[in-house]
T-cell receptor, first 113, second 110 residues
Framework: DTGVSQDPRHKITKRGQNVTFRCDPI?????LYWYRQTLGQGPEFLTY????????KSRLLSDRFSAERPKGSFSTLEIQRTEQGDSAMYLC???????????FGPGTRLTVL | GENVEQHPSTLSVQEGDSAVIKCTYSDSASNYFPWYKQELGKRPQLIIDIRSNVGEKKDQRIAVTLNKTAKHFSLHITETQPEDSAVYFCAAGGSYIPTFGRGTSLIVHP
């Protein structure tokens, strides 16, 4: 499968716990994006990377959220001290360059109890 | 920041009819307008996009129109089929980081 992959697909955690999600973009895609989607809403931009550099962060990304793309390939999104309001689908997307189509991964559904 | 409004939230049509979904945006600097289709439990998939230097784009049964003066753009699906049933999202943005609308649930009745 040469598409964007995400792991895990589902995560259930208790409030206050830390969680980490992984995204593997399409090979050679320079741009990698993270979005959050809640029921009945469109994806909301969180942050994006150009290779290993994190270039922009939404104000939605509180201090509890951190993202990395250490080698310019896969990326991780960590949420510390999870809250019930963090429950959502976390989507990753990648594109070859800034002008190219963004391809989405299947998402990680987070449920915070 | 950019604000995207999408209407209607639900659209029900008979197979073979046309469907039109409309979006407005607020930031005149936006220059990229993609449309995504998301089936239940699946990832959003790009179906068509348009850039600000073009007023209309067509791909088989799907067309998108853009009116930059009025800051609105629309998705047109002709000869709808049951497999077109899904949630459709419009988006608008500059630097190719789009702001998404809230989605339109399209239901095509056979």
């Amino acid at each position: 499968d040469t598409g964007v992959s995400q792991d895990p697909r589902h995560k259930i955690t208790k409030r206050g716990q830390n969680v980490t999600f992984r995204c593997d973009p399409i090979s050679e895609h320079n741009r990698l994006y993270w979005y959050r989607q809640t029921l009945g809403q469109g994806p909301e931009f969180l942050t994006y990377f150009q290779n290993e550099a994190q270039l922009e962060k939404s104000r939605l990304l509180s201090d509890r959220f951190s993202a990395e793309r250490p080698k310019g390939s896969f990326s991780t999104l960590e949420i510390q001290r999870t809250e019930q309001g963090d429950s959502a689908m976390y989507l990753c997307a990648s594109s070859l360059t800034e002008r190219d189509t963004q391809y989405f991964g299947p998402g990680t559904r987070l449920t915070v109890l | 920041g950019e604000n995207v409004e999408q209407h209607p939230s639900t659209l029900s049509v008979q197979e073979g009819d046309s469907a039109v979904i409309k979006c407005t945006y607020s930031d005149s600097a936006s220059n990229y307008f993609p449309w995504y289709k998301q089936e239940l439990g699946k990832r959003p998939q790009l179906i068509i996009d348009i850039r600000s230097n073009v007023g209309e784009k067509k791909d088989q049964r799907i067309a998108v129109t853009l009116n930059k003066t009025a800051k609105h753009f629309s998705l047109h699906i002709t000869e709808t089929q049951p497999e077109d049933s899904a949630v459709y999202f419009c988006a608008a943005g500059g630097s190719y980081i789009p702001t998404f609308g809230r989605g339109t649930s399209l239901i095509v009745h056979p």
